[in-house]
């Protein structure tokens, strides 16, 4: 029986001609029957794709044979099916781009990056480095580096919420200087699968963040270590049709229904065909509006 799966990867590589390598993902995904979104630069690659199993594992093991992409960072999670053509449900189609950044921060200029990926990021930790990290520091700070809307279902205890709708509204919230408090106090970024905070942990350290970490892997791998039984509280946001995720039968349920304030896990887009806002929804309600288009 075919197995589906969703594949999250990336990997911060200098591109010569990253148009060339769109069209040759581009015929790879199509050859395996694969959909999802891949963004491609002079940056690197960042992706996410559904399928069944052993063409995604097909994916990874082609990918990596290319010399930029040798050191791609690769996360498996559970897909939602495969539909009669034996293509992922979770995505309804397939999307290779090229960008000017693989991360949308609006920074390219800012960013350096080289052979052994980005230049002057932060210190990375993986999950059991977190924890060790996390016993000594009374004073360690989490800091989210995903869309406001991701973390109304899930983050880590006590983390810093930035009040951003979008990845492009970080660089304007540290040069505000909203977060200048914490620049002396030791600060973890994290995100889904760890991209966004390649980017924004070498922002933060340029802008004089004298102790800075990343969560390597992002919330993906700390889930696959600690489950939920961990630091981390609730569900986890993801750009497909499955919407959000979990690590355990025992998961959290941190969001609350926009329109009956039902503990729920559940997002959906506005019902407003002009509004892009990611809503918190339960299944009673069905659909819902934000605050502008409720009335």
């Known amino acids: 029986m075919a197995v589906p799966k969703v594949l999250l990867f990336y990997v911060f590589a200098p591109l010569a001609d990253p148009d060339a390598v769109r069209l040759w993902q581009r015929e790879l995904c199509e050859r395996l029957n694969l959909r999802g979104r891949i963004l491609l630069s002079t940056q690197g690659i960042n992706g996410t794709l559904g399928g069944e199993l052993d063409a995604l594992k097909r994916y990874v093991r082609v990918t990596k044979e290319y010399a930029a992409f040798r050191e791609l960072d690769v996360k498996w999670s559970e897909g939602s099916g495969l539909d009669a053509d034996n293509a992922s449900v979770d995505f309804p189609r397939l999307s290779v781009k090229v960008r000017e950044e693989i991360v949308s921060f609006g920074a390219p200029d800012e960013l350096r990056v080289d052979e052994n990926g980005v230049v002057g990021g932060g210190a990375r930790l993986d999950p059991q480095a977190l924890h060790a990290l996390a016993a000594e520091r009374d004073d360690l700070v989490f800091f989210d580096g995903r869309n406001r809307f991701e973390a109304g279902i899930g983050r880590f205890k006590d983390a810093v919420v930035p009040d951003v709708a979008?990845?492009?509204?970080?660089?304007?919230?540290?040069?505000?200087?909203a977060y200048d408090h914490l620049k002396d106090r030791p600060v973890v970024t994290y995100c889904t699968g760890g991209i966004r905070c390649e980017v924004l942990s070498s922002l933060m350290v340029s802008r004089g963040f004298q102790e800075?970490?990343?969560?390597?892997?992002g919330i993906v791998r700390y889930g696959e270590t600690f489950g939920d039984d961990g630091l981390w509280e609730g569900s986890l946001y993801v750009f497909d049709g499955r919407g959000s995720t979990t690590f355990s039968d025992h998961a959290a349920v941190l969001g609350r229904c926009v329109a009956c304030g039902h503990p729920t896990s559940?997002?959906?887009?506005?019902?407003d065909p002009s509004c892009r806002e990611q809503l918190v929804v339960c299944e009673d309600c069905g659909s819902g509006a934000c605050v502008v288009h409720a009335a």
């Not at 979008?166 to 200087?177: C, H, K, Y």
């Not at 559940?266 to 019902?271: A, H, P, Q, S, Y």
């Open 166 to 177: 979008n990845t492009r509204e970080f660089v304007e919230a540290l040069d505000s200087g």
């Open 212 to 217: 800075v970490y990343q969560l390597d892997g």
């Open 266 to 271: 559940r997002m959906r887009n506005c019902i």
